[in-house]
């Protein structure tokens, strides 16, 4: 039996952090609280019409100390005392740069309204030159290729392309940055005291997808290629690191000042953190021959791989395997798409466009941009099977099969008889067929899934887009119980370094919710969906270099 107590799962996510506080020995909620990033929410630091997303620190400490102190609010003083461990996850990659004592430039005066001092969130796409120089190099010098273990593509959205590109853009910050550190990484060592840039205690979940990190050369690639892609780069690996750790390692204690902030004791264990799909993925109970897709407003899909299985097999154009990323001990594949819920709310927003704040607030329950969603996604599901109009997925670029963020998403076949419904059935359709050409990523590499788990925000919101999802992988799609997967991953691992449990997979059997409801392809429909793939995909091939600017 586990021994009693109760862990905390901090889910950083794009707008907000949740934390959630479970007893680790069933899995159930005692307390959680959802606090919106104040500067975020309000627009600031970021520019969408260049791809621009920035984050200040403050948001996240802010929020941090809201959210876990209304989160144990319920609680009593003797339950408070029975928290053994927290757990954190971020998005990512979501880098920021750091001065010698580990302090984000942003906290600094001089920086505090500069946005390239702040976290460059892991949807800003500035850095698609310098993501383009890096796969220049990678595939042309005479060494290693050090994305061979990224899926042979490096995006945009990654490590190096981000800092590559403020220092480009930036020569004051890049003087005074004297270090680099992902968001995930930096919360576990703000709270237990280790910002020191040599100190703190670095992801391998990050590292490893993220930063081209690696035990076959010996950490992060060489001072030798990165000054090839660019001489502000050749220096700053001796300032960064050489180890990793994953998520069932303690980062160190809760300080005192954080522990007097969220009313908890001394030296609480903290694990070290890692990113929110991945946590996502364990607290929706992945295992071998799973494939778990988070589905929010983009896409990240999980799986993970015996060591003996996977051998010396390298999976192309996902993003990234790495030993210990989600489960330790296992190799994590992760893929995923640019936009998926995206994609629908674009398509909404572009119908509302002359549509006044005023005009919206007509009396009646919900909101009218919800229940002009809701109507499109009734109108969708009756209509006809047909293969026009038919969508590409890629208006924030593409994450997998190959990363390239240039590209661009497409409507073809319409007609004077297209009707709004049946566009949003066809992106509906999209966003299917871009996780089926996952999938067949993965198939064509000898890794077959005998499960889909689907977690996050849309699973539980919208049948429509479930059921469509099925049909367009021809495979059952199970939704997870859980509603906060990622704040339970998180709490998993807590009870992990906490010594409750001695694995995270002992773990997901304790702490885990199990199945809400599974959606089974339908027979009627599978040559139709057949044939839509096929067109996809050639549609896909025929559009990609005409969009690709």
Known sequence: MPKEGYVIGADFGTD?????????????????????????????????????????????IESLEESVRRALSGLTSEEREKVAGIGIDTTGSTPAPVDKDGTVLALKDEFRDNPNAMFVLWKDHTAVEEAERINEVAGSWEGTDFTKYEGGVYSSEWFWSKILHILREDSKVGKSAYSWVEHTDWVPALLTGTLGPHTMKRSRCAAGHKAMWHEEWGGLPPSEFLGRIDPLLKNLPERLYRDTFTADVKAGGLTAQWADRFGLQENTPVAVGAFDAHMGAVGAQIGEHTFVMILGTSACDMAVCSREVLGEKLVSGICGQVDGSIIPGMVGLEAGQSSFGDVYAWFRDMLLWMVEDGDMKDGREGGFSERVLARLTAEAQNADDETFPLALDWLNGRRTPYADQKLKGALIGLTLGTTAPKIFKALVESTGMGARAIVERFKEEGIEFKDVIASGGIPKKSPYVMQALSDCLGMPVKVSESEQAGALGAAMFAACIARIYRSVQEAQRCMGSGVLHTYRPSKKKAAYYTALYERYKRTGALLEEEFRV
């Open 16 to 60: 907000s952090v949740r934390t959630v506080v479970f007893d680790a020995a069933t899995g159930e909620e005692k307390g959680s609280h959802v606090a919106y990033y104040p500067r975020w929410k309000e627009g600031r630091y970021c520019d969408p019409s260049k791809n621009m997303f920035r984050q200040h620190p403050l948001d996240y």
